[in-house]
Nanobody
Framework: QVQLVESGGGLVQAGGSLRLSCAASGSIFSSSAMDWYRRAPGNQRELVAHINRDSTTNYADSVKGRFTISKNNAKNTVYLQMNSLKPEDTAVYYC?????????WGKGTLVTVSS
């Protein structure tokens, strides 16, 4: 069973930065793609950023140029650096991994961006 624990959320003013972390039990990052999703109040969950096993990345159009996903395989941790934050980035952010057709999610960390 994979456990994912997010941290790093909080309250920040528009234009500020936060770095989210997702720590995983077990050494999964070197063999699995990882994602960050978010769910804003009243909205559906959306994919924010994706990092492949070879560390290539993909981003939602809404965060391109502002967010950066990265990982440290030795620390079993994936990060989401968020810069130039906007009020519309306010959401609960979730770490996700799919392994052998099973989906694992963290409990999420709340990011609130004030205007």
């Amino acid at each position: 069973q994979v456990q994912l624990v997010e941290s790093g959320g909080g309250l920040v003013q528009a234009g500020g930065s936060l770095r989210l972390s997702c720590a995983a039990s077990g050494s999964i990052f070197s063999s699995s793609a990882m994602d960050w999703y978010r769910r804003a109040p009243g909205n559906q969950r959306e994919l924010v950023a994706h990092i492949n096993r070879d560390s290539t990345t993909n981003y939602a159009d809404s965060v391109k140029g502002r967010f950066t996903i990265s990982k440290n395989n030795a620390k079993n941790t994936v990060y989401l650096q968020m810069n130039s934050l906007k009020p519309e980035d306010t959401a609960v952010y979730y770490c996700h991994v799919a392994i052998a057709a099973m989906h694992f999610w963290g409990k999420g960390t709340l990011v609130t961006v004030s205007s």
